[in-house]
T-cell receptor
Framework: EAGVVQSPRYKIIEKKQPVAFWCNPI?????LYWYRQNLGQGPELLIR????????DSQLPKDRFSAERLKGVDSTLKIQPAELGDSAVYLC???????????FGSGTQLSVL | QKEVEQDPGPLSVPEGAIVSLNCTYS??????FMWYRQYSRKGPELLMY????GNKEDGRFTAQVDKSSKYISLFIRDSQPSDSATYLC??????????FGQGTELSVKP
């Protein structure tokens, strides 16, 4: 069974440009998370979905970040416009509704120049 | 004050040593406690999961939770070079809010 798939693996953009990250969770996993991980830090939650509903987006910088999870499966995280401080690894994770284990993708490493 | 505090290290030990990793937390609403391991350029993977005070053992790994002190630990016995990674504690409340610690970078030298 495939794990959580994220793309692209790496992305380099100039500041003020838009960027989008894509996540395909494990089949059947209702809960999907987007985390941001800065170098030397633990992952920080950006948004959590239960099916297609965003149930916790309190840490998402809504002035520039947006996310969607159409049909409760794949998800896209967008930044527009990107700032230098957005350079980080963006991790997607999923779990089944009553599961205890969170499965992570390998992340997208974003560099904003 | 952060909800979860973890000593960032780095920690360097010789092969075969016992490793102790620790986290403290401030929010008594946390009910579930986890340890994740993260290799370089990879996503975290779950090592241990527990929801009660006490010890849980899995092979060379032992997770310990003390809810009264708001303190959790991970012990690694007979550490191996392949254990070299960043170890993240994580805690979750019943509402599904999951918070990670800063991570401790561990290096086990042959």
């Amino acid at each position: 069974e495939a794990g959580v798939v994220q793309s692209p693996r790496y992305k380099i953009i100039e500041k003020k440009q838009p960027v989008a990250f894509w996540c395909n969770p494990i089949s059947g996993h209702n809960t999907l998370y987007w985390y941001r991980q800065n170098l030397g830090q633990g992952p920080e939650l950006l948004i959590r979905y239960e099916n297609e509903e965003a149930v916790d987006d309190s840490q998402l910088p809504k002035d520039r970040f947006s996310a969607e999870r159409l049909k409760g499966v794949d998800s896209t995280l967008k930044i527009q416009p990107a700032e230098l401080g957005d350079s980080a690894v963006y991790l997607c994770a999923s779990r089944s509704g009553d599961g205890e284990k969170l499965f992570f993708g390998s992340g997208t490493q974003l560099s904003v120049l | 004050q952060k909800e979860v505090e973890q000593d960032p290290g780095p920690l360097s030990v010789p092969e075969g040593a016992i490793v102790s990793l620790n986290c403290t937390y401030s929010n008594s609403a946390f009910q579930y406690f986890m340890w994740y391991r993260q290799y370089s350029r990879k996503g975290p993977e779950l090592l241990m999961y527990t929801y009660s005070s006490g010890n849980k053992e899995d092979g060379r790994f032992t997770a310990q939770v003390d809810k009264s002190s708001k303190y959790i630990s991970l012990f690694i016995r007979d550490s191996q070079p392949s254990d070299s990674a960043t170890y993240l504690c994580a805690m979750e409340n019943q509402g599904g809010k999951l918070i990670f610690g800063q991570g401790t970078e561990l290096s086990v030298k042959p």
